[in-house]
């Protein structure tokens, strides 16, 4: 249990510090919620490109190649408000609307201002009490009859105090909206562009099975002819149920991804529609060690636990003021019949604490405090769990896409020409030809998956690490109890 000097140095710390700032902490800690891209309703209409994974092909092949240039069919037309065709939506089109629909705003909107309400009601002073009173009424003739009024005054400083307690607890209700923000919004662009990435692949899938099916009507024709074999036949065949297999599970992954996307923004059941695939263009890993004292900074989840400590301190404060006796006055006014004169009646009392000081609460206060201040470091540590993780997730992503970009893509694209070059030459058949065509189309659908994940590593760390926009808002409320506590002196 702490001594009253170790309390009273503790609470002073905290109050320098910014717990005797009405409704906030510390102008550092403000999330930075101007950096989010202002959404807006107009769609873009540019349309995205699919990868390129096509070169010129021989004579006999040129059918093939005619058929991947082909566009694939539109989606079907949405029946929402997003109904039109050849528009796309951008990730701040889903930003505006998730914060607009998504159902714990409104909760935690409820919850500060149920927080305003009680902080306004625990420092209001106790009504008086108007009576009537009445003395040897059977008596007739020295009856005593008169008025009274009673009224209790509140010592110590306990209304003001309640205020202080409910200031804090309002700051903290106001926090945990600003936490909820960056939940809803990470969130929206995770699923974003892993819904992005999903409409791309399913492109070029689309794309490259027209490639496949042609490949099959080719090896039928060459086997006709007696220049291929059914070895052919069958391997291309082949080729064509495994690309066949990768479109429908891409567009299971598609669907569903959409479902996500649509859910945790508060649209109604939708059919798929274009998004703009814009993933950004992160070249290099930032400084971790930099990152992550301005995620310290900025976190609005560490403000929310400085807040309660800052409520902590202030009911520990309360607590102490709370064996303060208050004064129980009655002024009384009337007439003695049995004297045929008037009277006045004047009490005045107090409580004594000899029994009880209070000092039960005053010690679960003091554990509070600490428990409080250890669940600051408890979210600071998890800060620091979490974006070491996505530290980790950013690094491997980004090493993947830049490994694709300058080797991987070069290179298989390069395998291609050679490949064509040399069935021109008739030194590789016509199988060998769309395997290398596999490696190339495998190699762009890996390409676009790793810039989606980067993408969602990158939004996971802007923010804040800040996950589970449909989580139940926290009510960091406790109801008047201090007021009701204030009355009686006990």
Partial sequence: MFTKSTVFALSSGILLSGCAHVGGLSNRLTPKLDRIPAASLEPVSPTPKAPEYLISAS???????????????????????????????????????????????????????????????????????????????????????G????????????????????????????????????????????????????????????????????????????????????????????????????????????????????????????????????????????????????????????????????????????????RTPNLETQLGAGYDNGTNSGMINVQVGAPIPVFNKNTGNIAAAQADYTRAVENVKRIEQSIQARLARAAQEFESYLASVQKYESEILPQVKESLQLSEEAYKAGELDFLQVLIVRKSYFESNLQFIQSRAQLAQANAKIEGLLLTGGLDAPQDYTNGDSLRGQSFGGQ
């Fill in 59 to 145: 004579e006999t092949e040129k059918s093939v190649v005619e058929a991947a240039s082909f566009q694939v069919a539109p989606l079907p037309t949405p029946t929402s408000d997003f109904e039109s065709e050849g528009v796309l939506y951008t990730l701040a089109d889903f930003e505006q609307i998730a914060l607009a629909n998504n159902p714990s705003l409104a909760a935690l909107n409820s919850l500060t201002q149920k927080a305003s309400g009680l902080r306004q009601q625990v420092g209001t002073r106790p009504n008086p009490t108007l009576g009537y009173f009445g003395q040897q009424l059977a008596d007739r003739g020295t009856d005593q009859q």
């Fill in 147 to 322: 008025f009274f009024v009673d009224q209790e005054f509140v010592r110590g400083d306990k209304l003001a105090l309640n205020r202080a307690v409910l200031n804090h607890t309002l700051a903290a209700q106001r926090w945990e909206s600003e936490t909820q923000k960056y939940r809803i919004l990470t969130d929206v662009r995770v699923l974003y562009f892993e819904t992005a990435a999903a409409q791309q692949q399913l492109d070029a899938i689309q794309k490259f099975e027209e490639v496949s099916k042609r490949g099959v009507e080719v090896a039928l024709e060459r086997k006709k002819a007696d220049e291929g074999s059914l070895v052919e036949v069958l391997q291309s065949k082949t080729l064509n149920s495994e690309v066949a297999l990768a479109g429908e599970r891409a567009t299971a992954a598609y669907r569903g991804a959409w479902r996500n996307l649509t859910a945790i923004a508060g649209l109604p059941d939708t059919r798929p529609t274009q998004l703009s695939p814009d993933f950004g263009d992160i070249q290099s890993s930032p400084d971790w060690d930099a990152t992550y004292q301005q995620i310290l900074l900025q976190s609005p989840e560490r403000a929310v636990a400085q807040a309660l400590v800052c409520e902590k301190v202030s009911i520990l404060r309360r607590e102490q003021v709370q």
